[in-house]
């Protein structure tokens, strides 16, 4: 099988180009997205133990609705929403109410968040009915209430991330006006999904459209979408000029994607997690660290929510996502669709990945 070639050296961040981010106290400008279903504690604890000490990210939580928020208990959630001692977490707000998202931030804020983030960018039609999510994005005087609401109890920065656009057409000079009411309504910085509502998570995703927004705004411009491995994430920052790169679905292949990035800005300190000097970079090396990071995964899982059927969907979840940039991924999903305990995936992971070593694709094969 013919391996990429290791990529070279690279000596500081430097090679980057500068970013507004750096302003707000973010010195490494590649972030791990929200993301149903995934972005909990025992995700956000995996991608950390990929992460050399001296590398902080933003890793965001899954949306949390601030209408169910401020009567449940933190407690008494599936899992807890934090580690122990956790930073740099941003958790992700979806509404549209002052009272429940001032009670939403006030009961969050002992946990330490870096900052809150608005969900302007959910398609799910059981959430647009509330008049919030991608729908905020048709109307820029609602949406930016909903922005000088939240900057309001904030005293953490406050983002939003939302879509290019509703339906299926870009209108660029609408997203220009809109990005911009969302700046002068008080977010400090904007995350640019570069996909329309009804593209979903598929179909590419046009990186010169959060290029033009990066150009046209002052507070820092991230882009999101269609990001699949390192190359693309650096692409992104470099060539569009851009603040930042957000990582979504490629971090549950890739769950080292972070610490490829260091590495090639020079970054040679290695996670504690790891004995490797590096991470891996050849199709061999990913699909071997693949289903070891599946069987930490599933630690982790039980670790916080014990041996569920909540945890076992979770990681079955996690594997119909990651599984897609496998060469037999569909047939590996599948099988582990058939355990039903978090024991018996990690006996079928061992067994499957000594009998079935595979390569990992570039990008996501679906």
């Not at 980057?16 to 997205?33: C, D, H, I, N, Q």
């Not at 998202?101 to 809150?116: D, V």
């Not at 289903?291 to 076992?312: H, I, N, P, T």
Request: proline share 7%.
């Amino acid at each position: 099988m013919t391996h990429s070639p290791r990529p070279p050296d690279l000596p500081h961040l430097n090679l980057l180009p500068p970013s507004r981010l750096k302003s707000l106290g973010v010195t490494f400008p590649f972030l791990v997205a929200p993301m149903v279903g995934i972005s909990h504690v025992a995700f956000r604890e995996l991608i950390r133990s990929y992460l050399p000490d001296s590398l902080h990210p933003l890793l965001f939580t899954e949306m949390l609705s601030t209408l169910r928020l401020p009567t449940e208990s933190l407690e008494n959630l599936p899992g807890p929403l934090t580690s122990v001692g956790e930073s740099c977490f941003v958790p992700q707000l979806l509404g549209n109410d002052e009272t429940h998202i001032a009670e939403s931030i006030e009961k969050i804020l002992p946990l330490h968040p870096w900052g809150f983030d608005i969900n302007m960018g959910c398609p799910a039609s059981h959430q647009l009915q509330h008049n919030w999510g991608v729908r905020l994005l048709g109307d820029m005087d609602y949406a930016g209430q909903v922005v000088a609401m939240t900057k309001k109890h904030s005293p953490r920065p406050v983002s939003v991330k939302l879509r290019a656009a509703t339906g299926n057409t870009i209108d660029l000079n609408y997203l220009l006006e809109f990005t911009k009411r969302m700046e002068d309504s008080g977010a400090d910085w904007i995350t640019l999904h570069c996909r329309t509502q009804n593209q979903g998570h598929h179909g590419y995703a046009h990186w010169e459209w959060v290029g033009e927004v990066a150009r046209a705004r002052n507070i820092p411009i991230v882009g999101n979408g269609d990001i699949h491995n390192w190359e693309d994430a650096m692409t992104l920052l470099k060539t569009y000029h851009v603040d930042g790169a957000m990582i979504a679905r490629a971090a549950t292949a890739r769950p080292w994607i972070l610490w490829q990035i260091a590495f090639q800005l020079g970054c040679r300190e290695k996670p504690k997690a790891k004995w490797e000097t590096e991470p891996p970079w050849t199709p061999d090396e990913e699909g071997k660290e693949y289903f070891l990071a599946v069987l930490r995964f599933s630690c982790l899982l039980e670790k916080y929510f014990g041996d569920s059927d909540f945890a076992l969907k979770k990681l079955q979840f996690f594997i119909a996502q990651g599984s897609r940039w496998l060469l037999f991924g569909h047939s590996f999903f599948h099988a582990v669709r058939k355990c039903k305990t978090l024991i018996e995936v990690r006996d079928f992971v061992n067994d499957y990945a000594n009998k079935y070593p595979q390569p990992m694709a570039q990008r996501s094969r679906t």
